[in-house]
Each structure stands twice: as structure tokens, then as C-alpha cells.
């Protein structure tokens, strides 16, 4: 079946311009994480939905990047104003339930952002 | 908040030998810990889990042991084919508001020479 999709790949991006990376989670999973890694090291929490709920949103490291899941499936991360540091692969999994009946978080391929 | 450390960053062995990462957790309401392989360039992908209330589990080569007293899970490889050589991360999930937000070790790169 159809795993987790992101979009673009790939994303090469000026200092200052705005980016949004989209993400297609596995049909019917109700849970959908954002996470960050950079080049070298594991992936850091960004974010997390439970269906368009936005429930934590800790691990946002501004307030230059938002995320939304509007109807509870396609999920967009927005960067506005983009730094350097802000060159990373994001990556989107999603997972059947809450937590509580289903752990497995699967993954997408991620988008790699750079920032020149 | 929850802090995991893993060990060791690179590990290299030759093709049939054993392959042990260890990982170390800080937060003791962790309750699942699922170990991910990402290959150069692609997702990670989830190869075996491990819930707080079993102490070990198998499938096929790979084994993944916990000791919650001790705060530490390892992943083990046995009789290992170049194919295992990837970057692998260990991570803990702390239960929080009903859902499990994954921290993640920094990596072991595991190399399998033929």
C-alpha cells in the first residue's frame, strides 16, 4: 500500500524567501508528526496533530515556522523568512492511532531544505 | 523532558560477526522504544519496537533487550550481511497527553565488511 509521501524532495531556497514542505500521510492515520534533522544527527520533534488538531507544537524552534493539517490528512509546514539554519531535512510520519493503541510511527522520505 | 544517549557512533565489523547499540533514557515514564535504520539518502524505517511491559524480543536476526531499573535498551544484530550497514537510532517515547512524541539517540553507523 501507500506509504507517507512528502513534497518536494527537494528544496533549495534564498535567505529570506518563505517555503511550505507537504506531507501525505498514510490513509486513515489519525496521528501526523513533523520532525527536523539536520546533516549527522537523529531527527528532533517539531510538531504533532491528531487529526487537524494541532496538540504540540513545542518543538517549533520559532515563530517563523507554522504548521497545519486542515481536514485531518494533508499536512503542510510552512517556513517563513527562511536562515540558514534552518537547512535540514524535514521529515513527516504518521501512525493509526493516538498513543495509546498504536505506537509505530512510519515515515516519510523526507524534504531536504537548504538555505543559500 | 526526555533525553537519550546512544553508543556507540560508528561501529564497524566483518560480515557474520555481532553487532550491539546501546542506548541509555532518561525519563522514566518512557514506555516505547522502537529502533529505526536509515540508509544514505532515505527514510527511516522502523525494524523492531519494544513496549515497557516485555523485557526482550525477536525477530529473526535482530533482538532488541530492555532494562527499565537501569534506564537502557540495546539493539542487537546477529550474523550480520553488508546489507545491515546503514546509519541506526534508537528512541524512547515519553507518554504525554495520549500520544508518543519520539527523541531520538544521534545515530550508531554501523559498517559490515565483506
Known amino acids: 500500500g501507500a506509504g507517507v509521501s512528502q513534497s518536494p524532495r527537494y528544496k533549495v531556497a534564498k535567505r529570506g524567501q518563505d517555503v511550505a514542505l507537504r506531507c501525505d500521510p498514510i490513509s486513515g492515520h489519525v496521528s501526523l508528526f513533523w520532525y527536523q534533522q539536520a546533516l549527522g544527527q537523529g531527527p528532533e520533534f517539531l510538531t504533532y496533530f491528531q487529526n487537524e488538531a494541532q496538540l504540540d507544537k513545542s518543538g517549533l524552534p520559532s515563530d517563523r515556522f507554522f504548521a497545519e493539517r486542515p481536514e485531518g490528512s494533508v499536512s503542510t509546514l510552512k517556513i517563513q523568512r527562511t536562515q540558514q539554519e534552518d537547512s535540514a531535512v524535514y521529515l513527516c510520519?504518521?501512525?493509526?492511532?493516538?498513543?495509546?493503541?498504536?505506537?509505530?510511527?512510519?515515515f516519510g522520505p523526507g524534504t531536504r531544505l537548504t538555505v543559500t | 523532558g526526555e533525553n537519550v544517549e546512544q553508543h556507540p557512533s560508528t561501529l564497524s565489523v566483518q560480515e557474520g560477526d555481532s553487532a550491539v547499540i546501546k542506548c541509555t533514557y532518561s525519563?522514566?515514564?518512557?514506555?516505547?522504544f522502537p529502533w529505526y535504520k536509515q540508509e544514505l539518502g532515505k527514510r527511516p524505517q522502523l525494524i523492531i519496537d519494544i513496549r515497557s511491559n516485555v523485557g526482550e524480543k525477536k525477530d529473526q536476526r535482530i533482538a532488541v533487550t530492555l532494562n527499565k531499573t537501569a534506564k537502557h535498551f540495546s539493539l542487537h544484530i546477529t550474523e550480520t550481511q553488508p546489507e545491515d550497514s546503514a546509519v541506526y537510532f534508537c528512541?524512547?517515547?515519553?507518554?504525554?497527553?495520549?500520544?508518543?512524541?519520539?527523541?531520538f539517540g544521534a545515530g550508531t553507523r554501523l559498517a559490515v565488511h565483506p
Open positions: 525519563d522514566s515514564a518512557s514506555n516505547y
Open positions: 510520519a504518521s501512525s493509526s492511532g493516538t498513543g495509546g493503541s498504536s505506537y509505530e510511527q512510519y
Open positions: 528512541a524512547a517515547a515519553p507518554v504525554s497527553g495520549g500520544y508518543n512524541k519520539l527523541i
